[in-house]
Nanobody, 120 residues
């Protein structure tokens, strides 16, 4: 089975920074697109950023210029560097990874979620 382990969440003051990590493990044959989503209480889960295998990044308008998504293919890991954090960024952040197994078709896998709280 595939496991996605997230880390790096926590409590930070407005204007602060956090770096989220999501490492995939298991019998992985290939990883394609990777991304981050977030969900605040009472809100729908929303896309934060994606980074396809080709490396072209995409960001939600609300985080553009403040967040940076990157990946380390050798470590099967995706990162989200979050700077200039705002209270509106408070949410549970989930990584999403498009994975192919050796004998199974490609599908998306989700991390367990990590809490990010931005508050003074």
């Amino acid at each position: 089975q595939v496991q996605l382990v997230e880390s790096g969440g926590g409590l930070v003051q407005p204007g602060g920074s956090l770096r989220l990590s999501c490492a995939a493990s298991g019998s992985i044959f290939r990883i394609d697109a990777m991304g981050w989503y977030r969900q605040a209480p009472g809100k729908q889960r929303e896309l934060v950023a994606t980074i396809p295998s080709g490396g072209r990044t995409n960001y939600a308008d609300s985080v553009k210029g403040r967040f940076t998504i990157s990946r380390d293919n050798a470590q099967n890991t995706v990162y989200l560097q979050m700077n200039s954090l705002k209270p509106e960024d408070t949410a549970v952040y989930y990584c999403n990874v498009d994975i192919s197994l050796a004998f199974s078709p490609r599908r998306a896998y989700w991390g367990q979620g990590t809490q990010v709280t931005v508050s003074s």
